[in-house]
């Protein structure tokens, strides 16, 4: 149980398109949907935590208008690069949370697998 | 705001040789403290957690972590590496509840040579 998908898993895109990452909780309900980013050799950063039908939370430095985070479910959460730039190209990483309220699982976060964007 | 530091960024060690990671948070108030792996092209892998109780927790693969609050650590350890182990490893920690994002150290790349 607990598995988390994303899609794409790369993607390459020319500078100035908008990218969306889809972010998925396949077998449980999330009510709580993290984005992360990961520079090549580097640890994972917080982008953002979004609720679901509430605002995402963006952490100091991540541009909110860049970055549009939406949560219309709670399977579901999209991250939607805009005008994407080469120094956008990263490793983006979702994670989900959810599980049995007050259980030991619902301290946990799921991670999915990544997506690859790399913009010329 | 929370802080994590891990102490060693590479460690080469030889096969079967023992393992201990450090790691180091800051935070005021109580944790939750995770140790993930990410094995060369895949995924974050969650080896152990820590919310609360026993501070010796058990993880898969044969890693095991300890909660010493005093010293705000919670330190990896392995007794036999293997040269499968080779990876990054990163701790992290958020908030007692989980409702926060997760704050990683900058992680340690094992290097386990045969």
């Known amino acids: 149980g607990a598995v988390v998908s994303q899609h794409p898993s790369r993607v390459i895109c020319k500078s100035g398109t908008s990218v969306k990452i889809e972010c998925r909780s396949l077998?449980?309900?999330?009510?709580?949907m993290f984005w992360y980013r990961q520079f090549p050799k580097q640890s994972l950063m917080l982008m953002a935590t979004?609720?679901?039908?509430?605002?995402?939370?963006?952490e100091q430095g991540v541009e909110k208008d860049k970055f549009l985070i939406n949560h219309a479910s709670l399977t579901l959460s999209t991250l939607t690069v805009t005008s994407a730039h080469p120094e956008d190209s990263s490793f983006y990483i979702c994670?989900?949370?959810?599980?049995?309220?007050?259980?030991?699982?619902?301290?946990?976060?799921?991670f999915g697998p990544g997506t690859r964007l790399t913009v010329l | 705001a929370q802080s994590v530091s891990q102490h060693n960024h590479h460690v080469i060690l030889s096969e079967a040789a023992s393992l201990e990671l450090g790691c180091n948070y800051s935070?005021?108030?109580?944790?939750?403290l995770f140790w993930y792996v990410q094995y060369p092209g895949q995924h974050l892998q969650l080896l152990l957690k820590?919310?609360?109780?026993?501070?010796l927790v058990k993880g898969i693969k044969g890693f095991e972590a300890e909660f010493i609050k005093s010293k705000f650590s919670f330190n990896l350890r392995k007794p036999s590496v293997q040269w499968s182990d080779t990876a990054e490893y990163f701790c992290a920690v958020n908030a007692e509840g989980g409702a926060d994002g997760l704050t990683f150290g900058k992680g340690t790349h094992l290097i386990i040579q045969p």
């Open positions: 935070y005021g108030g109580t944790v939750n």
């Open positions: 979004s609720n679901e039908g509430s605002k995402a939370t963006y």
């Open positions: 820590y919310f609360s109780g026993d501070p």
């Open positions: 994670s989900a949370r959810g599980g049995l309220a007050g259980g030991s699982s619902y301290n946990e976060q799921f």
């Open positions: 077998d449980f309900q999330a009510t709580t």
